[in-house]
């Protein structure tokens, strides 16, 4: 039988079925041996131990497509990054971070930046604007009032979805409401997992509907661009590439070189500078890193 890991926690891995529910199994000695872990996310094989009390055996962990070490994650799809507009205001730096990681793995990010109520329209629209001049989908909601869900909802349909973003982002507020559409059988599940045996909080898959998860993941809300060179930190801008190549020296980093297209576009308004000086700080921080390291 195949299904989804949607929780591991000491040792124990809870399986959601499609059509049957959910599962809490042990995975076989041979996953030690071979030094594989299963992971949230990953889909596996098992075996039934017993069908009544929904118990069995992880026999088999399928191909993964790409995984997250922090969090721990597999087969993430995409990923949703939530910010409020106003209580508390962006932090521009923290939400560079999150999209340098996602860039860095190659998951596509949309950016969902809620409570536009409480920020005003002239505000929702320079974040829009910074954002999606950079190449990202940018939604602006009011999750308390329901705006912005149905566009998130579509969003999230057939895929796995990382959400990250800061506390009082508003993350459990949108999860909610896209819970609203979750079938009986998944919401047997919830109650499942809650009533488990282990109680402490990691990462695991909420079941929208079919085919959908969210990957709800506590304590992702502060990254760090350390498992990186400096010189790569370029290329997890997104805004540059198109001018890569166009700068007089070969692997140009953009801060100190002459005749430096980025920092030409950046002088003629076309690259935002919050942006660049964040990219700046990043790579001195990368920098700093790598001297001490030495």
């Not at 790409?66 to 990054?81: C, G, S, T």
């Not at 002459?258 to 920098?287: H, Q, T």
Request: charged letters at 30%.
């Amino acid at each position: 039988m195949t299904g989804k890991i949607v929780k591991g926690i000491a040792g124990f891995y809870y399986v959601y079925v499609a059509g049957s529910g959910i599962y809490e199994c042990k995975a076989k000695g041979i996953f030690r041996k071979e030094g594989r872990k299963p992971l949230v996310g990953d889909q596996v094989e098992i075996e039934i131990l017993d069908q009544k009390d929904m118990e069995g055996n992880l026999v088999e962990i399928l191909p993964r497509k790409n995984e997250l070490f922090r969090p721990a994650v597999a087969n993430i799809d995409q990923a949703l990054v939530l910010f409020a507009l106003e209580s508390p205001k962006p932090n521009a730096a923290l939400l560079d971070r999150f999209l340098i990681m996602m860039e860095k793995e190659n998951i596509p990010v949309f950016i969902c930046f809620n409570k536009e109520d409480l920020a005003g329209t002239e505000e929702a629209g320079k974040w829009r604007a910074l954002y999606e001049n950079c190449g990202y989908p940018v939604i602006l909601a009011s999750a308390g009032e329901g705006r912005g869900m149905e566009t998130i909802r579509e969003r999230l349909k057939g895929k796995t979805t990382v959400v990250a973003g800061p506390s009082g982002a508003g993350k459990s507020t949108v999860a909610n409401q896209m819970q609203s559409l979750i079938a009986m059988e998944t919401g047997e599940i919830s109650r499942k997992l809650k009533r488990g045996r282990h109680t402490t909080r990691h990462s695991q898959l909420i079941p929208v509907e079919e085919d959908t998860y969210i990957c709800d993941t506590p304590g992702f809300t502060s990254l760090y661009t350390a498992e990186m060179d400096k010189e790569e930190l370029r290329q997890f801008f997104p805004e540059f590439r198109p001018l890569e190549g166009k700068c007089r020296f070969q692997g140009c980093v953009h801060i100190h070189e002459p005749d430096c297209a980025v920092k030409d576009a950046l002088a003629a308004g076309r690259i935002s500078r919050s942006r660049y000086e964040n990219y700046v700080m990043f790579y001195e921080e990368l920098r700093e890193k790598e001297r001490r390291r030495y």
